[in-house]
């Protein structure tokens, strides 16, 4: 799929932008803090429905926004047909602006809640759940090169972002299951203090385990199949093979039953029932697992070298690239933000060559000379210059 | 910085505590009632005050009434061997609406929430067992909402009356009338399918 039209109205620093844009690579070029970084978060926003660093999605309204709401629409051409989205954030009037009828002072209260999100797909208003993955989009960004290194969290993070855009059922499990686990730690804290009975953990047990067990059976099909495109990318950027292992805190053998995972877990709880009140906190479920990256007998978030973490962590994103792609029939749009820089000659090379083949690619880079010679050869590119974007 | 007089500034910040009303609404409501004839200000004022003043909670079934017992509960036509367990007094008006349930009810106040610290001893579940004990009950409908409190509270009331011969039942879930197959979401429709029934 690719990205035919993007229009930006009061987001981040854009006042307005509109892009009119083919397959094919972009190399979106300029200083820092002009924004290029922001048409990556908000490109993967289409897909995400939520930014990947806005701690509010305040922020992603303009400063100095007329009318306090910031408007993302695109076009989408897909192999099913176009897509239509738009995306509508918005904002209760904040302390010192004008509202329509005086400028608010006292009046106001605490204007950190209240944000409102309208999604509108084909003209059609949608809930913002149900359109996580209509269109996908994979993006690398500096951080993710400490993704071997990094905390569980990071590697949890990624697992999750790949399979809520190819399965609506996880998204929904998943958010399913951090209610349940909300609920849970906080009814063991509860147990502990004597507030409430060990026996209520048994409707949340089975809850847990409901949600928990098709999380735990994507996560682990996922790694499976990412596994022969990484180690065969991990090989052409010179390293050796690279073996993925998911490590699940409760783990489903494969010739399992859903019925028979469940009623293990649940057993695997009643066993932790006295730790899991002791510490107030929900010891097992996909929300404690972890992946780990392997050369050989050698696991690099360990031993491995700087240089091996960002091998192992490059092709596992080309291979999300890959299992989101035969998942869902389409290839995702490629997001790289600023990660060229990060790599060295012969990685940049071997990366450059490899998105060839993606259908729409957008990179960022402050220092576009320093990209292999070939790839300007077949890429677009784009001045960014204080929210502004013009052909070079 | 006081630009409008104090009385009408009271009334904006009183009226913008209110759930859906933002400032603006606060403002608008407050010089609404100030252009307002002085007798319909005050009828609104009484029936404010009124609201407190007047209103008793029934010590049968717990719902927000003018007289103990409720208009339900005192209603000899009512079935006295069948309760309906609902969260908030709303519920009951939703499920009177029906116009075909005619039972009593126990109104619970709010559902089990750990994460919001609601224990069974916050809410009038030890009535409800009391209730079950000292009355000859037929069936008990547990209609508290469908999600994880809801359902948490009807898993903790359905054990807490165990053992017992009267039957409990649980509302059914799945698809609102006049819906649309292809627009119901996938765990409602699940819920439908599984609770599917005979055609008769």
Known sequence: MYLEHLE???YRNYAELRLELEPGAYILAGDN???KSNICEAIRLLATMRSFRAGSERELIRWGAPNGFTRVRALVRQAAGPLKMEIVISAPPMLGEYDGVGYLDQ???????????????????RRALDCVGLVTVVLFEPTDLDLVSGTPQGR?????????QISRG????????????TQRAALLRRIRDNLDEPGSLHYWDEQLAQQAVPIIVERSSLITRCLPTADEFARQLGGKSLTLEYQPSFAIPVDQSVP???????ERLAALRKREIIQGVNLIGPHRDDLAFFEGPVNLGIFGSRGQQRTAALALKIA????????TGDQPILVLDDVLSELDPTRQAALTHRIRTVSQVFLTSADP???????????TRLQVRRGTIQPI | MQKIAAPIQGLIEEFAKLPGIGPKTAQRLTFFLLRSPEDQVTRLADALRRLKTDIVTCSTCFNIAASDPCAICGDPERDQSLICVVEEPLDVLAIEKTGIFRGTFHVLHGALSPVEGIGPKDLRIEELIQRARTTDLREIILATNPNYEGDYTATHIAQALQPSAIKITRLARGLPLGGDLEYADEGTLARALEGRRTFE
């Open chain 1, 170 to 181: 996880y998204c929904r499990a998943l958010s399913q299951y951090q209610k349940i686990l």
């Open chain 1, 156 to 164: 949890r993070h990624f697992m999750d972002v790949t399979l809520c």
């Open chain 1, 33 to 35: 803090a002009q924004g």
């Open chain 1, 107 to 125: 009046l106001t209260p605490p204007a950190a809640s209240g944000m409102h999100k309208k999604i509108r797909v084909n003209d059609a208003p």
């Open chain 1, 8 to 10: 930006l109205v009061d």
């Open chain 1, 260 to 266: 028979a995972a469940r009623f293990a877990l649940m």
């Open chain 1, 369 to 379: 000379e320093t990209m292999p010679p070939d790839f300007h050869m077949w890429a």
């Open chain 1, 320 to 327: 999300e690239l890959a299992a989101i792609e035969t998942e």
